[in-house]
């Protein structure tokens, strides 16, 4: 069993920044690769990015590549998203997921673990 805890959610103005967290316990965290999704109301669960077991390869989303980037620490059990040049359209319900995988995926249905989601919510 793993938990995840997201945190670093809130509201932002557009071209605003914020770094979300997600701290893990329960197993060995290295173990996992882990990904970030968002839901807005409405909307299907989608794909935001994903980072490797030890933090060499990443994946993104189009909408997000270039204004996201997700990193881990191992040593912390926590793997992060930094969100800069925030939209509008990024309002969303945010998730961490963890994957007991050797590649990465965007597949929701592939993660075993979620937490809770943090909201994060863009202004224009």
């Known amino acids: 069993q793993v938990q995840l805890v997201e945190s670093g959610g809130g509201l932002v103005q557009a071209g605003g920044s914020l770094r979300l967290s997600c701290a893990a316990s329960g197993r060995t965290f290295s173990n996992y690769v882990m990904g970030w999704f968002r839901q807005a109301p409405g909307e299907e669960r989608e794909f935001v990015a994903a980072?490797?077991?030890?933090?060499?390869?990443?994946d993104y989303a189009d909408s997000v590549k270039g204004r996201f980037t997700i990193s881990r620490d191992n040593a912390k059990n926590t793997v992060y998203l930094q969100m800069n040049s925030l939209k509008p359209e990024d309002t969303a319900v945010y998730y961490c997921a963890s994957n007991r995988a050797i590649v990465l995926t965007t597949r929701p249905q592939a993660y075993q673990y979620w937490g809770q989601g943090t909201q994060v919510t863009v202004s224009s």
């Open positions: 980072i490797s077991r030890f933090g060499g390869s990443t």
